[in-house]
């Protein structure tokens, strides 16, 4: 009985034991770090405070200072790591841009992506295919406006504004006014005709049809 009893008190012991430790490592840890840095700082400044404030606890400005100071340290740590990651990035741009073939490429990608990124890809409405350069072919388009305007009012029908670009530099193109009835409307969004473009068709999205298929097929 009188083991069993010892035997729960030694058990207890020992949980309070883990419960505790953690914090007492944390505030022992946290003490360390206050006394090392808020004690070599505060010194340097403490005898030109006023004197209303020279009567605060010792442990209040080392407080402080240490976190004025892990302040600083993690300020200087971010500038630093966004000045380097820029650096590198720079570096790594400039060796891809020297490299024969690929570096033109790289220019004509990134070109277009400046030009036509995400913050200006509201101005593409759509993906459509047009006829160009001859009647039977077709070329890849973003439609740019279906509104109205001086243009329309001297043609003969319903046109709309189309961008068709070149590649492999997508960035130039050709802006026509072309009729309603000779452009396709694509299911496909613009950042998939955007890939579609840069990789020369090489790039192409799954088309839903193709996926209705496919589950079809698998159903059967």
């Known amino acids: 009985m009188a083991e069993s009893r010892f035997t729960s008190l030694r058990n207890a012991f020992l949980t309070g034991i883990l419960l505790v430790a953690p914090l007492?490592?944390?505030?022992w840890a946290l003490r360390l770090i206050i006394s090392f840095i808020g004690g070599s700082i505060t010194p340097l400044f403490s005898p030109y405070l006023p004197d209303p404030l020279?009567?605060?606890?010792a442990i209040f400005w080392d407080v402080i200072t240490?976190?004025?100071a892990l302040a600083l340290i993690t300020g200087l740590g971010y500038i630093s790591r966004l000045f380097l990651g820029r650096l590198i990035g720079a570096a790594a741009e400039r060796f891809i841009q020297h490299i024969p073939g690929i570096g033109s490429f790289y220019n004509s990608v990134k070109q277009f992506i400046e030009t036509?990124?995400?913050k200006d890809r509201n101005q593409f409405s759509k993906v459509v295919?047009?006829?160009f350069p001859r009647a039977g072919s077709?070329?890849?388009?973003f439609l740019t406006?279906?509104?109205?305007?001086e243009p329309h009012a001297q043609l003969p029908t319903e046109h709309w504004a189309v961008f068709v670009p070149t590649c492999p530099s997508p960035v130039n193109g050709f802006f026509m006014y072309l009729p309603r009835t000779?452009?396709?409307?694509?299911e496909m969004s613009v950042g998939e005709g955007m890939k579609t473009v840069i990789s020369c068709g090489a790039v192409l999205p799954v088309w839903r049809a193709d996926a209705l298929q496919s589950e079809s097929e698998r159903g059967k």
């Open 182 to 186: 000779e452009i396709i409307e694509l």
């Open 24 to 27: 007492v490592v944390t505030v």
């Open 116 to 118: 036509f990124g995400a």
């Open 66 to 68: 240490t976190v004025i």
């Open 145 to 149: 406006n279906k509104t109205a305007g």
């Open 129 to 131: 295919l047009v006829p």
């Open 54 to 57: 020279q009567h605060l606890p």
């Open 138 to 141: 077709y070329a890849l388009g």
